[in-house]
């Protein structure tokens, strides 16, 4: 049974991965100080992740991905101050309401040239920060939605100002939904995704559903991102208008791009060097740090990302 | 005998251009069959339209007695009638293991299973051994594609759509571009297809054509022009003139 042991050895977990892990888990225990950066960095590696399942694993190109981000991260704030404070509770719903939209707008999606499918997210996401801007009563509009109580985790730990709390509760929801995610790429379905990617018409040859993939793809990037965003309003209990701005769908692209497409640790790697960088970069002279950052690009891609990426990926597969 | 694969009166138009006119056409069960024709004579739109990546403009397609004109492309897969392609259209940096267990998983109906594991499911790796001892593909089975010999490329096309259990198989140009040493390997691999599997060859290569085929269709401007043994086509005046003649030339 050739091929059962080398399918079996394909998913396998490497020891480099379980001890990033640790590491990542290991840290909530670390003195306080750094939780809320490390916050934020499990925040958007999830973010990124989820672009990533859409766009490293199926191949669909978006430049509006903050409108899941977004759409979470108001439902969230909105189901902490109408539904229910357990976080937990409304992180669920909140993804769950995500996946719903995936599913709508993935109609929108599935037909087009890269340039269409670029042009169709950047322009739901413009209509989703529009909306959210016109319903102040709802949204709070541009003063941001405010007044969320959002309750202690598992009705024990409460959020602290140092964001021990948080960068727990992020960071082993991060782990979570990457096991599943790992779990999905090395699935039958995974690998299906990954054909239609490299060539959906040669896929649809050999029998496979390419328009019903896309959609559970898309629907499943969208409740991650929606995760992501209801991450970041419940563990800073306010949610702006900027959680839907076309700046956010940049930058998690850029994120993606630096730690690596088409692999699940390319979004956390990615986080992790986008946000260092911010850090350091902007303590200096806030104003230059995308002056720093697009320098940094440039260099990145002279180097050679893939020769970079090609070192680590043969550690974390 | 009867027919697993018929086209009745089959046309498609592009704009004002007739690329397939009124083709009647039929494969039967168990047949070793090749399409032929000059470049331009309507070969890649006549698969396109068997194979659904083409609406046809009129006629039908029949798959085993049953209309199919209407399912698309991984409906008729499903069904049996499985093509490969004339050019490379491999996933390059997927291995021919992730490559045969997605044909035989999706076959298996495993496709939408996102819950396990690739290769979890015991025949299908069971079916991915056979496959690829069947088409010598054993010792390279983990490399990326886009680094196998060009042989062992075209034979993993040929693997991957045998993977799919095709009634029907559709071969573009099997052997173009394999160097020499290489290609008695994929000849033999066509040879030793099984013989319930029904085969359409659609080459160029006549050497090929006549050693491989029973029947012969020959495909002239979008229509059938003449089918026949190899030895009345080899003799038909016609086909000199439009086919044979023209390749003596060129």
Redesign the interface.
Known sequence: MKAADSLARRARWRWPEIVFWLLALAAIAAPAGKHLILNEIAILALFALSLDLILGYAGIISLGHAAFFGFGAYAAGLICKYATADPVLGLLLAMLLSAMLGLLTSLLVLRGSDLTRLMVTLGMALVLHEIANALPQWTGGADGLQGMAVGPLLGRFDFDLFGRTAYGYSIVTLFVLFVLARRIVKSPFGVSLMAIRRNSLRASALGVPVNRRLIAVYALGAAYAGAAGALLAQTTAYVSLDVLEFNRSADVLLTLIIGGTGWLYGGIVGAFVFKVLQDLLSSGAPQFWLFWLGLFLVVLALVGRDRLHGLVRRAMP | MSAVLETRALAKSFGGLLATRDVTFSLEKGARQALIGPNGAGKTTFVNLL?G?LPPSSGQVFLAGEDITSL???AR??RGL??T?QIN??????TP???????V???LG???????????A?PM??E??EV?ARFGL?DV??MRTDTLPYGKQRLLEIA?AFA?APQVLLLDEPAAGVPEAERRDILDAIAALPADVSVLLIEHDMDLVFSFAKRISVLVDGGLLVEGEPSAIAADPRVRAVYLGESGHG
């Open positions: 194979t990546v698309r492309p991984e897969v499903r499985v093509r392609f259209q491999l996933f390059a940096d997927l293991i992730e490559t045969l267990a997605l044909a998983g999706e076959r495993q496709g939408k299973e996102w819950w396990r594991r690739l290769g979890a015991e790796a069971r991915v051994d690829a054993g089975l983990d991957v799919c």
